[in-house]
């Protein structure tokens, strides 16, 4: 059962889009999101109510809209949440959607900041055991140091040409990158230059 919106494809330069979480074995919709990129599909970085749904019915991934703004993905995102709740929708949305800004503007940074002050982080209190530093300090170690990596518009070319041939973590490798880095490549958002 969707929505009912429209997608939309006027720019290159749109490429928000508003998703819904279904359960595979009953097919309930039990999340409404917005995103950009690969977000609709990703397990992490989502609520642990999110995670138990997910683990124990799986997921499919549905589009309400595509190649939107994100002014419009907050809103298409609130109204989606809005209809659904109303028709007695049960969703594993902690907000009414609309607040998740991709780049928020310093007064936005200010006031979540401001927030934040006096709650405690949450893994304060949290100890690890001999073990778990070990293999933390193992991992780390064995991952490639990136923060000063520089790319050439040449290479940049190059991740550009790779798209769909091989995987965004094949090219981050390939070029001593995040992932980040290249999905901001290949989205147009930034790139390093020497």
């Not at 819904?20 to 990129?37: A, L, M, S, W």
């Not at 193992?138 to 790779?162: C, Y």
């Amino acid at each position: 059962m969707l929505v009912g919106f429209l997608v939309v494809d006027s720019s290159d330069n749109m490429q928000f889009y508003v998703y819904q979480h279904r359960k595979v074995d009953t097919n309930e919709i039990f999340y409404i999101g917005k995103g950009v990129g690969v977000r609709a599909n990703k397990r992490h970085g989502r609520s642990e109510h999110w995670q138990r749904v997910v683990k124990k019915h799986g997921i499919i991934v549905e589009f309400i809209a595509k190649n939107i703004d994100e002014e419009l993905a907050l809103l298409c995102e609130q109204e989606a949440i809005d209809v659904y709740k109303k028709r007695g929708i049960k969703l594993v949305n902690h907000t009414n959607g609309g607040e998740g800004v991709s780049n928020p503007s310093d007064e936005v940074r200010q006031k979540m900041s401001l927030a934040k002050i006096g709650k405690p982080s949450p893994r304060k209190g949290i100890v690890l055991s001999n073990q778990q530093k070990e293999k933390l300090s193992i991992s780390g170690k064995q991952k490639p140091k990136r923060a000063l990596r520089k790319l050439t518009l040449e290479q940049v070319k190059e991740i550009r040409l790779l798209q769909g041939v091989i995987s965004g973590r094949k090219i981050a490798e390939k070029f001593g990158v995040t992932q980040n880095v290249i999905f901001g490549i290949l989205h147009n958002k930034t790139y390093i230059q020497e």
